[in-house]
C-alpha cells in the first residue's frame, strides 16, 4: 500500500465517519457499509489487512484509549461479571462454536474448527465501545461491556495460539495449552505491574508538554512490545498500565491533560474509522480461492456459524448472570439486583471487530509444507461473522433497548451529585484562599482577590444554574447564555488582535500569545458545555 492510498484510506474514511453523525445510523456500520461498496470498485487500491500491522500497532492504540477512559473503581466492582465474560466467555465459546462448526462443515478438522472458535470468539473493544457510547447505556453495563472487549483479545490470541499449535501437530496437551494461557496472563500483568509505576513518574518529572505527550504515544507500543518480547500477553500489559495512568491522571500538569486529551481522541478517532473502512475492504480477499466449497454452500456454513455465535453467546451469559447469584448471598449483597433486560443487552451487544479478523489473516497459509485445512474457508467464516454481527447486532441494539425499556442514565441525578461535589471543593478552595491572602507575603490589590473569589464562586453555581428554570425565550439555563455570550465576547477579543496585526501593531508572535489566552479560556467554556 502506498502513501496515497493510505492517505485516501483515512481521509475518506473520516468524511463517512462525519457524515453518520447525521444519520440515525452507527458510524461502525456505515464504515462497514461503504467499505464493502468500494471493495468492487475500480481503481479502488488493495487494501489488505496485515496481522504483523493491526496486531502491535493498531490493537495497542485503540485499546490504550479505550483503558484511560475507562473506571478503575467501576472494573473493580464488576470484577466478577468482567471476568466471566472475558475470559470464561471466550474459553467457552472456542470450544462450542469450533466444536459446532466441526459438525456443521464436513472435512473440517476439529483442530482448525477450534482455530476458527478461537479468532472468533472475542467481541470486539471499537464496536461495544463505540455503540454504548452513543446508545447512552446504562453505567454498570457499559462498564461491564468496556471491561470484557479490554481483556477478552488476550484471552483469544492465546486460545489461538494454544489451538494453532494443536493443528499443525505440535501435541498440545490440556495441561499445556493451560500452562500457556497462565503464563501469557500473568505474564501481560506482571509487565503492566512492573511499567506502570516508572512510567507515571516519567510524565510527572517531565516537564515539557510535548515530551509528555511523545512518551504518551509511546506507552502502549512498549507496553505491548515489552510483554510480547518475553512471551506475555502485550493486550494485557497495554491494559494494565493504561488504567493506572488513567486512574492517576489527576496527578499529571494541566497542559499535559489538555494535550493529550486532543491528541488521543484524534489518534483514537483516525484508527477507529480507518479500521471499520478496512473490515468491509477485505471482502475480495476472503471469497477469493473457497476451493471445494461453492459461494452457496460457504454462505449457508456462515449462516450456521454467526447463528452459533449468538446462540452460544446467550447460552453463557444466563448462567453466568444468575447461578452466582443464586449460589453466593456475598455476591446477592455486594451486587445490584438483574432484571431480565441486563443480560438480554449482554449478550446481544456481542459484535466482533477487527481483531478477529486481523488473527484469521495470521494462520499460516501452509503447514509442514501442506497447506492449512480449510484456511480461505476459516477466513470467509471470520469475515462473514464479523460482518453479520456488526450489521445485525448493531443495528438491532437501539430497538432492542428501547423495547424492552431499558433506563437510561439519570441526567439530573448526575448533575446533583456534581453540584454537590463542586461546592463541597469550592468552599475548600475558598478557605485555602482566605488562608493565603491572609499571609502577608500574598498581599493583593483587593479588586484582584474579589476576582478570585468570583471565579470560585462562579464556579460553585454553575452548576446548581443547571438544575433551575430555562430562559423561556431561549430554552438555555442562566449557565448555558453565561457560556454562550462568554465565548460571543472571546470572538469580539480575537477579531480585534487580528485587525492590530494585521495593521502592524503588533506582531504575529505577540497575537499568538494573546489568541492562546483566549483559546484556554474558550476549550474551558467548550468543556464544560460538553460536558452539560
Same mark, same amino acid.
Given at each position: 500500500?502506498?502513501? +496515497?492510498?493510505?492517505?485516501? !484510506?483515512?481521509?475518506?474514511?473520516?468524511? #463517512?465517519?462525519?457524515?453518520?453523525?447525521?444519520?440515525?445510523?452507527?458510524?461502525?456500520?456505515?464504515?462497514?457499509?461503504?467499505?464493502?461498496?468500494?471493495?468492487?470498485?475500480?481503481?479502488?487500491?488493495?487494501?489488505? +489487512?496485515?496481522?504483523?500491522?493491526?496486531?502491535?500497532?493498531?490493537?495497542?492504540?485503540?485499546?490504550?484509549?479505550?483503558?484511560?477512559?475507562?473506571?478503575?473503581?467501576?472494573? *473493580?466492582?464488576?470484577?466478577?461479571?468482567?471476568?466471566?465474560?472475558?475470559?470464561?466467555?471466550?474459553?467457552?465459546?472456542?470450544?462450542?462454536?469450533?466444536?459446532?462448526?466441526?459438525?456443521?462443515?464436513?472435512?473440517?478438522?476439529?483442530?482448525?474448527?477450534?482455530?476458527?472458535?478461537?479468532?472468533?470468539?472475542?467481541?470486539?473493544?471499537?464496536a461495544?465501545?463505540?455503540?454504548?457510547?452513543?446508545?447512552?447505556?446504562?453505567?454498570?453495563?457499559?462498564?461491564?461491556?468496556?471491561?470484557?472487549?479490554?481483556?477478552? %483479545?488476550?484471552?483469544?490470541?492465546?486460545?489461538?495460539?494454544?489451538?494453532?499449535?494443536?493443528?499443525?501437530?505440535?501435541? =498440545?496437551?490440556?495441561?499445556?495449552?493451560?500452562?500457556?494461557?497462565?503464563?501469557?496472563?500473568?505474564?501481560?500483568i506482571?509487565?503492566?505491574? =512492573?511499567?506502570?509505576?516508572?512510567?507515571?513518574?516519567?510524565?510527572?518529572?517531565?516537564?515539557?508538554?510535548?515530551?509528555?505527550?511523545?512518551? &504518551?504515544?509511546l506507552?502502549?507500543?512498549?507496553?505491548?512490545?515489552?510483554? @510480547?518480547r518475553?512471551?506475555? &500477553?502485550?493486550?494485557?500489559?497495554?491494559?494494565?498500565?493504561?488504567l493506572y495512568?488513567?486512574?492517576?491522571?489527576?496527578?499529571?500538569?494541566?497542559?499535559?491533560?489538555?494535550?493529550?486529551?486532543?491528541?488521543?481522541?484524534?489518534?483514537?478517532?483516525?484508527? @477507529?474509522?480507518?479500521?471499520?473502512?478496512? #473490515?468491509? !475492504?477485505?471482502?475480495?480477499?476472503?471469497?477469493? %480461492?473457497?476451493?471445494a466449497?461453492?459461494?452457496?454452500?460457504?454462505?449457508?456454513?456462515?449462516?450456521?456459524?454467526?447463528?452459533?455465535?449468538?446462540?452460544?453467546?446467550? =447460552?453463557?451469559v444466563?448462567?453466568?448472570?444468575?447461578?452466582?447469584?443464586?449460589?453466593?448471598?456475598?455476591?446477592?449483597?455486594? @451486587?445490584?439486583?438483574?432484571?431480565?433486560?441486563?443480560?438480554?443487552?449482554?449478550?446481544?451487544?456481542?459484535? *466482533?471487530?477487527?481483531?478477529?479478523?486481523?488473527?484469521?489473516f495470521?494462520?499460516?497459509?501452509?503447514?509442514?509444507?501442506?497447506?492449512?485445512?480449510?484456511?480461505?474457508?476459516?477466513?470467509?467464516?471470520?469475515?462473514t461473522?464479523?460482518?453479520?454481527?456488526?450489521?445485525?447486532q448493531?443495528l438491532?441494539?437501539?430497538?432492542?433497548?428501547?423495547?424492552?425499556?431499558?433506563?437510561? *442514565?439519570?441526567?439530573?441525578?448526575?448533575?446533583?451529585?456534581?453540584?454537590?461535589?463542586?461546592?463541597?471543593?469550592?468552599?475548600?478552595?475558598?478557605?485555602?484562599?482566605?488562608?493565603?491572602?491572609?499571609?502577608?507575603?500574598?498581599?493583593?490589590?483587593?479588586?484582584?482577590? %474579589?476576582?478570585? *473569589?468570583?471565579?470560585? @464562586?462562579?464556579?460553585?453555581?454553575?452548576?446548581?444554574?443547571r438544575?433551575?428554570?430555562?430562559?423561556?425565550?431561549?430554552?438555555?439555563?442562566?449557565?448555558?447564555?453565561?457560556?454562550? +455570550?462568554?465565548?460571543?465576547? #472571546?470572538?469580539?477579543?480575537?477579531?480585534?488582535?487580528?485587525?492590530?496585526?494585521?495593521?502592524?501593531?503588533?506582531?504575529?508572535?505577540?497575537?499568538?500569545?494573546?489568541?492562546?489566552?483566549?483559546?484556554l479560556?474558550?476549550?474551558?467554556?467548550?468543556?464544560?458545555?460538553?460536558?452539560?
Open positions: 500500500m502506498d502513501a +496515497l492510498s493510505l492517505v485516501a !484510506l483515512v481521509a475518506v474514511s473520516a468524511a #463517512i465517519a462525519g457524515a453518520a453523525r447525521r444519520t440515525p445510523v452507527p458510524a461502525p456500520l456505515l464504515l462497514v457499509a461503504a467499505g464493502l461498496a468500494a471493495a468492487y470498485v475500480p481503481g479502488v487500491p488493495d487494501y489488505t +489487512l496485515d496481522p504483523h500491522i493491526v496486531l502491535p500497532l493498531v490493537l495497542p492504540p485503540l485499546l490504550h484509549t479505550a483503558a484511560l477512559d475507562s473506571s478503575y473503581l467501576d472494573l *473493580r466492582a464488576n470484577l466478577r461479571p468482567v471476568a466471566l465474560l472475558s475470559v470464561g466467555y471466550v474459553l467457552f465459546a472456542t470450544l462450542a462454536v469450533g466444536y459446532l462448526a466441526h459438525l456443521m462443515v464436513p472435512d473440517l478438522p476439529l483442530t482448525a474448527a477450534l482455530v476458527l472458535g478461537a479468532v472468533i470468539a472475542p467481541p470486539d473493544a471499537v461495544a465501545t463505540a455503540i454504548a457510547r452513543r446508545l447512552g447505556l446504562p453505567g454498570r453495563i457499559t462498564t461491564i461491556l468496556q471491561g470484557e472487549s479490554l481483556v477478552n %483479545d488476550a484471552t483469544a490470541i492465546t486460545a489461538y495460539k494454544v489451538a494453532l499449535a494443536a493443528a499443525v501437530g505440535e501435541g =498440545v496437551s490440556w495441561a499445556g495449552g493451560i500452562t500457556e494461557f497462565a503464563v501469557a496472563a500473568l505474564g501481560g506482571g509487565v503492566g505491574l =512492573v511499567l506502570m509505576v516508572p512510567i507515571h513518574w516519567l510524565r510527572r518529572s517531565l516537564r515539557e508538554p510535548l515530551l509528555q505527550n511523545t512518551l &504518551s504515544l506507552i502502549p507500543f512498549v507496553a505491548y512490545a515489552a510483554a @510480547e518475553v512471551h506475555a &500477553s502485550g493486550v494485557l500489559a497495554v491494559v494494565v498500565v493504561a495512568l488513567g486512574h492517576r491522571s489527576w496527578q499529571v500538569d494541566f497542559a499535559t491533560r489538555l494535550q493529550e486529551e486532543a491528541v488521543w481522541k484524534m489518534v483514537a478517532f483516525v484508527l @477507529e474509522t480507518s479500521v471499520f473502512a478496512l #473490515i468491509g !475492504l477485505q471482502l475480495p480477499h476472503v471469497v477469493r %480461492d473457497l476451493g466449497y461453492g459461494t452457496g454452500e460457504a454462505l449457508l456454513y456462515a449462516a450456521g456459524v454467526f447463528l452459533a455465535v449468538v446462540v452460544v453467546r446467550f =447460552v453463557w444466563f448462567p453466568a448472570t444468575y447461578l452466582p447469584r443464586a449460589m453466593s448471598r456475598r455476591v446477592r449483597e455486594r @451486587e445490584p439486583e438483574v432484571g431480565l433486560a441486563s443480560p438480554v443487552i449482554v449478550g446481544w451487544a456481542g459484535m *466482533r471487530g477487527v481483531v478477529s479478523l486481523a488473527i484469521a495470521s494462520i499460516p497459509v501452509t503447514v509442514a509444507g501442506e497447506a492449512f485445512p480449510a484456511r480461505n474457508l476459516v477466513l470467509f467464516l471470520t469475515f461473522t464479523v460482518i453479520g454481527t456488526l450489521v445485525v448493531g438491532t441494539l437501539p430497538p432492542l433497548i428501547r423495547a424492552l425499556k431499558l433506563p437510561g *442514565r439519570d441526567t439530573r441525578a448526575e448533575t446533583l451529585a456534581e453540584a454537590q461535589a463542586q461546592s463541597e471543593a469550592s468552599r475548600a478552595a475558598e478557605r485555602r484562599l482566605e488562608e493565603l491572602l491572609a499571609d502577608e507575603r500574598n498581599t493583593l490589590p483587593e479588586p484582584l482577590a %474579589d476576582r478570585l *473569589r468570583t471565579v470560585l @464562586e462562579r464556579r460553585r453555581n454553575a452548576v446548581w444554574e438544575l433551575g428554570a430555562a430562559n423561556p425565550v431561549t430554552g438555555e439555563s442562566a449557565d448555558d447564555t453565561y457560556r454562550r +455570550l462568554a465565548r460571543a465576547v #472571546i470572538e469580539a477579543e480575537r477579531e480585534v488582535f487580528v485587525r492590530l496585526r494585521d495593521e502592524r501593531r503588533i506582531d504575529d508572535e505577540m497575537m499568538r500569545t494573546l489568541l492562546r489566552r483566549l483559546d479560556e474558550e476549550a474551558a467554556a467548550y468543556r464544560e458545555a460538553a460536558d452539560d
